[in-house]
């Protein structure tokens, strides 16, 4: 089930009555499971399998883990888990994938080698829902928390609908001391719930689908080369349009919990004004890039090993992330560009520091507790407006050269426009009417516009802030053209991963 | 959370949002709209699980839009007592949706399939025929949450003239701007709004008010002179030709093969739409080499004399009573090429012989 779907309104509207109703917590709580295996299901029923599966497993494992005292078997516990959790997502996930790469490798060296490629359909939400079992179970192992007592609490932190199959990835601690108490959200929760969930749909519906989605498909779905103009166009179009997706399946996710009572954690925090990539990703999909942070990067070492080792990390935890987002070489270079951007921009600020005769901050979380959690690196130093306003560009820049890669179906589409953007081509013939470069223009500039002016706040204060006429008529603004869109029922980009 | 302000404007949005949608409903009814139905994957899915239960009676309809504007259900089911099903999708390919229908064991029924030449022979990987893959693509993936959510849909589109997402959308509205675009930019086709509606059995017809209007009529010309500026002046030949006719006459042998029966039908098309077909898809090239070697029988407009003489108001597509005659006179033609008995109470006709 999608959020933007009449199907989910009729859901959502009888699940808040019954959870408005005066019923015992317990029954509550079963209640919100049961809802959640039905939003889950009423895309493949069979699935749900795969989910208990790993639910059953994960919850009793981590017993074992916790009661157990040595190290072997608690490491082999351990492995148990990770080899179900990464063994389910690289059948499913990763399975042709290998076999491909596999077949090509013996192709290269001389072994004709053909296997028929299983025909596997990939479970929604599966890179999501095994982050967040792996994640209980890691914090057990390093008893960095308890294994949750109930098996019903533990259920329902796997699989409460609002984060199941395009996060935000949860962590134990975020969600499970949640369901220990009656919850049920009052009236201004339920209001900003609703607000932040016709805010998300406004993003979906309106922004991504209707405005931006035509254009990224036409640009990167044409076999031939392309102007400049056009192939920046598409760029940015779809640099627009995988924000207001993403961000606003999130933004939904946080209003729906909220509704219920629940805070799930931010996940984006206007990206397209960060200062630098840790700054970006410290601002992007924040659940992940933590997530890779505290269970990839750091048991790597992180940058406790020396100076090479840490830019090693920092790209092996890059590229694993951009294979986490799909089973495909241009992910992986997706993610190595990251990475190398990274290490590049961790270069350069060591540099700058020691040019100052300062020490290098700290690699550690930032104290600032306006980011909820920090990413990889330490954030850029500050500067004046412009010269920061001037790095932002150019981290957007290069944000925007990376989505080629995320976005062109293979390497030689991803090559043609990236030669059309820089010039590199021959004249094309032009591809967008002016219609699409103004909706292109107009919407970047002002999503841009409006991640520098949001960079340092919250929606929050920005709404206690304005007239309470203003901010109804913003949101029936976006509620009217959502009637006005009328794209019901498309998946979200991220379901895919 | 600003808690009083908030309470203040939800109330605001959500009168402003009633107002507008109360508003914009009763403009658009007054504008002469009707209720129609968005001729969608999902209503296409649900057409296409009816597809076994198909007759002569019932036969199940694929092509383009012609076939959607020119046979009339209501006029068939009042002859054969029973309602085509009808598959065709506007602008596409059919040749991917007979494939797939000779691929499906299940389907032993009766086909009619409508040949407007620059479509039925669009090049492989062109986007006519991607539209056609893309609803072929989301029919076994229709999952139940999509299905919910087509029911509820079904219900409020039965009732609202707004949820129209061709004509009534900001996108929709956007296309109106009167933007120039760069020399060699290939831009949208501007139709008229009153030209297509669709019932939910995806019937397809144009309005009375376009029907009475020749401004409206010569926009819509106007629009597919556009689409035919992008046309190539010849249709594919050679190999890919070849291999074309192959994959229809396979399609139609499978279905043969399992007891059930292919009939082509070219549906009437007028002034310059019809020079262009003429000249870009001689028929001798296409249609006639398409029956012989498919060997299924095939029923051109231009050789009957009942079917002839019918005149497309935009050059393509008939108006509903037109489409009501047609298909009045298309049923016995049909009955007499293939020995189908459609007709739940035949009457004697003339015998009616190709020119």
């Known amino acids: 089930m999608v959020f933007n ?76 888990s990770l080899g179900l959790n990464l063994g389910l997502i690289s059948f499913f996930k990763y399975g042709g994938f290998l076999l491909d790469n596999f077949t090509a490798l013996l192709g290269a060296v001389g072994i004709a080698f053909h296997a028929a490629k299983p025909d596997l359909i990939l479970p929604v939400g599966i890179s999501f829902y095994t982050f967040v079992t792996l994640s209980y179970t890691l914090d057990v192992y390093r008893r960095q928390a308890p294994p949750e007592p109930s098996f019903l609490n533990f259920a329902l932190f796997v699989t409460f609908f609002p984060h199941l199959v395009a996060g935000p990835i949860v962590r134990p601690a975020d ?38 989605a035509p254009v990224a498909d036409s640009v990167f779905g044409v076999p031939f080369p392309l102007a400049a103009l056009d192939a920046w166009a598409g760029v940015l179009a779809f640099s627009g349009q995988i924000f207001c997706d993403f961000a606003g399946y999130s933004t939904c996710a946080i209003g729906v919990a909220l509704c219920l009572g629940f805070v799930l954690p931010d996940n984006f925090r206007y990206p397209y004004a960060a200062i630098g990539f840790s700054d970006f990703w410290r601002r992007w999909h924040i659940t992940l890039s933590t997530w890779l942070r505290d269970y990839l990067y750091i048991p790597l070492g992180g940058n406790r090993r020396g100076s090479a080792r840490a830019y090693l990390n920092l790209l092996l935890t890059m590229l694993l992330g951009g294979l986490w987002h799909g089973a495909s070489w241009t992910f992986v270079a997706w993610g190595a560009l990251h990475g190398l951007l990274l290490c590049a921009e961790r270069l350069v600020r060591g540099w700058t520091t020691r040019r100052r005769g300062q020490p290098l901050p700290a690699h550690a979380p930032v104290a600032e507790a306006r980011v909820h959690h920090a990413a990889i690196g330490p954030p850029f130093p500050a500067h004046p407006l412009p010269g920061r306003f001037g790095l932002g560009l150019l981290t957007l820049l290069l944000v925007n050269v990376t989505w080629v890669f995320f976005r062109a179906p293979d390497f030689a589409t991803a090559a043609r426009l990236l030669r059309a953007m820089f010039g590199l081509l021959p004249s094309a013939p032009p591809l967008l009417t002016t219609l699409a470069l103004l909706k292109v223009g107009v919407l970047s500039v002002g999503l841009v516009g409006a991640h520098w002016l949001m960079r340092d706040t919250s929606l929050a204060r920005v709404a206690a802030r304005v007239p309470w006429w203003l901010l109804g008529l913003g949101w029936a603004t976006m509620l009217v053209l959502l009637v006005l869109t009328q794209k019901s029922s498309s998946s979200f980009i991220y379901f895919q991963f | ?129 991607r539209w056609a ?134 549906t009437p098309s007028s002034g310059l739409y019809r020079q262009m077909e003429t000249r870009n898809y001689p028929r001798a090239e296409y249609w006639d080499r398409l029956l012989a070697v498919t060997g299924a029988p095939g029923i051109h407009y231009a050789d009957y004399p009942a079917l002839a003489g019918f005149e497309c108001p935009e050059w393509s597509h008939l108006t509903p009573r037109d489409a009501a005659a047609f298909t009045r006179a298309l049923i016995p033609l049909v009955e007499q090429q293939t020995g189908w008995i459609i007709r739940a109470h035949p009457v004697a006709a003339a015998p009616t012989v190709p020119r």
């Not at chain 1, 969600?175 to 805010?199: C, D, E, K, V």
């Not at chain 2, 007759?55 to 012609?66: C, D, E, K, N």
């Not at chain 2, 397809?204 to 689409?227: C, E, G, I, Y």
Request: charged share 20%; hydrophobic share 45%; net charge positive.
């Open chain 2, 133 to 266: 893959m893309d609803r072929l693509r989301a029919y076994p993936n229709w999952s139940l949450a999509q299905q919910l959510s087509f029911h509820l849909n079904r219900g409020l589109e039965s009732r609202l003239v707004l949820l129209d997402e061709n004509k009534l959308t900001v996108n929709a509205f956007l296309d109106e701007l009167p933007l120039p675009n760069r020399p060699g930019v290939f831009g949208p086709p501007r139709f008229s709004p009153y030209f297509s509606f669709n019932s939910f059995e995806r019937q397809s017809w144009m309005s009375a008010r376009f029907v009475a209007d020749t401004a409206m009529q010569n926009q819509m010309k106007a629009a597919w002179r556009h689409l035919g500026a992008g046309q190539p002046q010849h249709g594919v030949g050679g190999d890919t030709l070849v291999a074309m006719l192959q994959t229809a006459r396979r399609a139609v042998a499978q279905i043969r093969r399992r007891g059930g029966h292919v009939l082509f039908v070219r």
């Open chain 1, 5 to 80: 779907s009449y199907g989910f309104v009729l859901f959502f509207g009888v699940l808040l009555v019954l959870h408005h109703l005066p019923l015992a917590w317990r029954i509550k709580k079963i209640n919100l499971l049961l809802a959640s295996y039905l939003f889950y299901a009423a895309w493949n029923p069979p699935f749900v399998l795969l989910l208990w599966l790993a639910t059953a497993v994960d919850f009793y494992i981590a017993r074992l883990i916790a009661r157990e005292e040595r190290p072997v078997p608690r490491r082999l516990l351990l492995g148990v």
């Open chain 2, 1 to 129: 959370m600003p808690t009083p302000s908030l309470v203040k404007a939800s109330l605001l949005a959500a009168l402003l949002t009633a107002i507008f949608v109360v508003g914009w409903e009763l403009y658009w009814r007054g504008q002469g709209f009707p209720i129609s139905y968005n001729d969608d994957a999902s209503l296409w899915a649900s057409t296409r699980k009816r597809i076994y239960r198909s007759s002569p009676a019932r036969p199940v309809l694929i092509g383009s839009s012609r076939i959607k504007f020119d046979v009339d259900l209501d006029t068939w089911a009042s002859l054969s007592g029973q309602r085509p099903i009808m598959l065709a999708v506007e602008g596409a390919s059919p040749r991917p949706i007979l494939t797939d229908l000779g691929n499906d064991p299940a389907f032993r029924g009766t086909l009619i399939v409508d040949v407007t030449e620059g479509l039925f022979f669009t090049p492989p990987g062109a986007r006519q025929e």
């Open chain 1, 175 to 212: 969600l499970i001391p949640q369901f220990y108490t009656p919850r049920q959200a009052n009236r201004a929760q339920l209001l900003w719930g609703l607000l932040l969930l016709s805010l998300g749909l406004w993003m979906k519906v309106v922004v991504a689908d209707g405005l931006l």
